[in-house]
Antibody, heavy 127, light 107 residues
Framework: EVQLVESGGGLVQPGGSLRLSCAAS????????MSWVRQAPGKGLEWVSA????????YYADSVKGRFTISRDNSKNTLYLQMNSLRAEDTAVYYC????????????????????WGKGTTVTVSS | DIQMTQSPSSLSASVGDRVTITCRAS??????LAWYQQKPGKVPKLLIY???TLQSGVPSRFSGSGSGTDFTLTISSLQPEDVATYYCQKYNSAPFTFGPGTKVDIK
């Protein structure tokens, strides 16, 4: 069974840092793009960041660029989100989500829609 | 960046009704469009990708269409368990933006 389990959320003061983790199982982790998506209380879904299967390509929403860093350890089947300079508006449930992939010939293509989601971890930024 | 809009923002329909939700991209995105369902208090669930491909296990009353800038999600016969907020998402290139959502409930 494909499973994603997030951890690392909590209460942090404005300007502080947190590192979220997402442990993946049930699929060949290194073959798939992964994303972080957040949802502020009572609000819609906001795409935050994504990374290719190899980790060689990373993408960020403008709202977090320069403050958040996405990374992955394919030997540990784990995705990370390092969050620095946190603001009140970063308060949200953070979801880890699996993307998709296709191989044509010798080229692997990554697709950044999300077919499996974790249950989320809550980040609260408040003094 | 390409902006995603959805209409309506909310709707109320009767059980058995045909429901249509529209998603519009500010520039063409080919068919790189996904639809998600999020029930109250639950994790989002993928319904459709590539604009019209039904994800495995999703009931056939859900369908998607469109290409370029205009897309639709249709529920052919609304059921009580379909009460949820529905989001579209573009994934042709970063940023992989979601639409603002359409809340569907039962009249």
């Amino acid at each position: 069974e494909v499973q994603l389990v997030e951890s690392g959320g909590g209460l942090v003061q404005p300007g502080g840092s947190l590192r979220l983790s997402c442990a993946a199982s049930g699929f060949t982790f290194s073959s798939y793009a992964m994303s972080w998506v957040r949802q502020a209380p009572g609000k819609g879904l906001e795409w935050v960041s994504a990374i290719s299967g190899s980790g060689g390509s990373t993408y960020y929403a403008d709202s977090v660029k320069g403050r958040f860093t996405i990374s992955r350890d394919n030997s540990k089947n784990t995705l990370y989100l390092q969050m620095n300079s946190l603001r009140a508006e970063d308060t949200a449930v953070y979801y880890c989500a699996k993307g998709n992939t296709m191989v044509r010939g010798v080229t692997r293509y990554y697709y950044y829609y999300m077919d499996v989601w974790g249950k989320g971890t809550t980040v609260t930024v408040s003094s | 960046d390409i902006q995603m809009t959805q209409s309506p923002s909310s709707l109320s329909a009767s059980v058995g009704d045909r429901v249509t939700i529209t998603c519009r991209a500010s520039q063409g995105i080919s068919n790189y469009l996904a639809w998600y369902q999020q029930k109250p208090g639950k994790v989002p669930k993928l319904l459709i990708y590539a604009a019209s491909t039904l994800q495995s296990g999703v009931p056939s009353r859900f369908s998607g269409s469109g290409s370029g800038t205009d897309f639709t999600l249709t529920i052919s016969s609304l059921q009580p368990e379909d009460v949820a907020t529905y989001y579209c998402q573009k994934y042709n290139s970063a940023p992989f933006t979601f639409g603002p959502g359409t809340k569907v409930d039962i009249k």
